[in-house]
């Protein structure tokens, strides 16, 4: 199923789900007036004394209780499960959507699925649905009272719509004290992950008491704003109340009078009295509930953003039919961020041809690894690959020795074949090319990797990330710094892999001894094309 297919079914799946709340969530509200005709038809009969109507009057309330429990019990279950629906569905898209947009940062991405969609959880869905709810309530309520007695049922609907004033009035002021929030606890999330997976660089350069002030100092700006969030929301709820206090006395008062004019018995004013609360508290809580999704509209935007980015994914490659044995050919390329830091770079690739790209720290030559890659945009001039090395993903015929290599939680051979299938005898050979040796075992294979685990040395982490490349059959390598941090008896080892691979290779790399840079088959110094 595509995404897009996907996402409609999960519309469909949410819609239906909101109808069924809306059913079980009507049937459940009639609890709004069970109890209030109960207690009002009660009072009629027992000061008539009819008892034994009474009695039967008791056995049709229970079984109309049975029913709003039942109907209250599946209408939690549906709630609970819509949160889970659109819950996974907002994670899973904020992945997808870093799987196309990889210039998106990633620590928003982590906010958002660890901090947005909890909020999200509460403002919005919960919102949503208790919303559906008051609002079945105060109707049905409503109907019953205006039954009961239209003028005064009519009344108790204009005083209920008082403290309806209250959320136009607070509306700005709560989008901006959530929107307040929300920006300060991002910035105090992104602090503390810095911390942490900085520990030991503030603890070397001895700055932890000045990291943890600053840490400090974000917490509590981040908690001051949440106070201050919902503080404004109980302003808010003070007012109301006050308004649906004052709603509540002028009704009872008006009740009175219509009993003391006989058009109103008092069973039928008990029964009035207590429904009206149904239908002030519904609106009331409508009312809460419409603040709380007013205020959340900063909330919305950010799902929004990172769920349904528009960028387009970057294509820069353009497939070419080369009539030589030209595998890729890069003209006039220019290459940077919002400026370009390489400009006019030209050069071709032949099949099975060793290229050396070399530059100083800083030059750009990640970066024309990524462009060549399609994660970062080519900010002018093309890039062309035969036909034989494009393919969508890009990965397919390239494989690519990243500058940082990343160890995942994991056995020894899951890191190197990160869940692909690779027969034993290939994964020890390949190991024993790069110099891993003490790990070309079985044994050594099952060895746990990763957080709490064996760490490797940084040497050996980038044999590790060269055999992981050399697994797999490519057609064009991109190097990114294979030499740098090795011994010389490992460098050398790396160079002969590199030249002796069959396919051809791009060695981008900022420091070779002038000894081995004669034996690739092309130089280009970067030098000339930085700007
Ligand atoms: N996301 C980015 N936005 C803007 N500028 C960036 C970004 N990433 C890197 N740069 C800048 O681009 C320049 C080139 O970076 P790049 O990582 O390509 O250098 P490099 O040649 O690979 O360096 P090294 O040998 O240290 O790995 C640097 O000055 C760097 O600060
Ligand atoms: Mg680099």
Known sequence: MTNKQANKSIRRVVVLRLILIAIFGGITALDGIISPILIGKLMDNIS??????????????????????????????????????????????????????????SSKILNFINVTIKQFENQIIDSVIMLIY????????????????????????????????????????????????NKSYQSYSLHTTEYFNGFYTIKRFESLLIFKDKLNNLLNDAENKYYQMDADKEHS???????????????????????????????????????????????ISSIQFTNQLLSSRPLIDSCKNIISNKEKPINNIVPQKFTDDTVLEIDDGSFGYDKAIITNLSFSASNSEKILISGRSGIGKTTIVKTMLNELKLLGGSIKYSNTLYAKPIYDNIGVLAQETTIFTGTLLFNLCLGQNYPTASILQVLNEVGLT???????????????????????????ELARLLLRNKKLLLVDEALSG?????????????????????DIEHNVQPAFAKKYDKVIELDQYAL
């Open 48 to 105: 008539k004394k009819e008892f034994s109507t009474s009695f039967i009057l008791l056995v049709v309330f229970l079984l109309c209780f049975v029913l709003v429990n039942t109907s209250f019990w599946i209408w939690r279950l549906l709630s609970l499960n819509i949160r889970k629906i659109i819950n996974k569905w907002l994670r899973s898209q904020a992945v997808e959507n870093y799987n196309d947009h990889p210039q998106l940062q």
């Open 134 to 181: 008051c609002i079945e309530q105060a109707v049905i309520t409503l109907f019953f009272v205006i039954r009961i007695n239209p003028i005064l049922g009519l009344t108790y609907l204009i005083l209920g719509f008082i403290p309806a004033v209250v959320p136009f009035v607070f509306k700005k002021w709560l989008s901006k004290s959530t929107d307040r929030w």
């Open 237 to 283: 709820r003070f007012v109301s109340n006050l308004l649906y206090s004052l709603s509540t006395i002028l009704s009872l008062g008006l009740g009175v009078y219509f009993v003391s004019i006989g058009q109103l018995t008092a069973g039928a004013l008990m029964s009035l009295y207590l429904a009206a609360d149904r239908v002030t508290s519904p609106i």
């Open 438 to 464: 003490k790990f070309a075992s079985e044994n050594a294979l099952n060895m746990r990797l990763g957080e709490g685990a064996n760490v490797l040395s940084g040497g050996e982490k980038r044999k590790l």
């Open 486 to 506: 090795l011994d010389k008896e490992s460098y050398s080892q790396v160079f002969d892999l590199i030249l002796n691979f069959p396919g051809t290779v791009i």
